[in-house]
């Protein structure tokens, strides 16, 4: 599985947009890009994945860029409840049950 | 409505015990796993089972093994526990079966094994 790179700890004020970008430089073409998150004390929880094309659902949206080596997931109005370290893991796409990888994750703090 | 659900949320022992831990998920997948989170955060994968039969078996003591009596049910049991074994243990599921890789893991609410 690629390498993905991350922030260790990012703030975002309530209320405003939370970028929170990933470096997989190394990823390759069969390969899709999910992000999970975990809050404390809680499982991972699966936000959203993507393959080159920009992704959106209820929880968030995906932007890859164009050469696919980076991403950024936004969360377009963070809550206090968004508060949770976030995973970037990229994984090929042509198995379902391939194990997910996880690296250190970014480390979410929204205030008030 | 529980998705994946463990027995325990902590679950307290001696070294030398025995342990299990059960899972099960209502979700119809195919795919089920365990994880280990260390007390450093690290979380990492331990097995996984399809349709009952075990196709990820990471480098993990065999001390530990794993049990899928249906799909919907991965329970893991642990021989002769030691202090290193202390760690939250996930259980999570997917709809497995190859094609486009797109089958997103549902994880329990993991159960803290503290051994003393």
């Known amino acids: 599985d690629a390498k993905t790179t991350q922030p260790t700890s990012m703030d975002c004020a309530e209320g405003r947009a939370a970028n929170l970008p990933c470096n997989h430089s190394?990823?390759?073409?069969?390969?899709?890009v999910y992000w999970y998150r975990q809050i404390h004390s809680q499982g991972p929880q699966y936000i959203i994945h993507?393959?080159?094309n920009n992704e959106t659902n209820e929880m968030a949206s995906l932007i890859i860029t164009e050469d696919r080596k980076s991403s950024t997931l936004i969360l377009p109005h963070a809550t206090l409840r968004d508060t949770a370290v976030y995973y970037c893991i990229v994984r090929p796409m042509n198995t379902g049950f391939q194990k997910l990888v996880f690296g250190t994750g970014t480390r979410l703090l929204v205030s008030p | 409505d529980t998705a994946v659900s463990q027995t325990s949320k902590y679950l307290v022992t001696q070294m030398g015990n025995d342990k299990s831990i059960k899972c099960e998920q209502n979700?119809?997948?195919?795919?089920m796993y365990w994880y280990k989170q260390d007390s450093k955060k690290f979380l990492k994968i331990m097995f996984s089972?399809?349709?009952?039969?075990?196709?990820i078996n990471e480098t993990v003591p065999n001390r530990f093994s794993p049990k899928s009596p249906d799909k919907a049910h991965l329970n893991l049991h642990i021989n002769s526990l030691e202090l290193g074994d202390s760690a939250v243990y996930f259980c999570?599921?997917?709809?497995?079966?190859?094609?486009?890789?797109?089958?997103?893991?549902?994880f329990g609410p993991g159960t803290r094994l503290t051994v003393t």
């Open positions: 190394t990823i390759s073409g069969n390969e899709y």
């Open positions: 089972y399809n349709n009952k039969e075990l196709i």
């Open positions: 999570a599921s997917s709809q497995g079966g190859g094609g486009r890789g797109k089958y997103e893991q549902y």
């Open positions: 993507g393959l080159k």
């Open positions: 979700l119809g997948h195919d795919t």
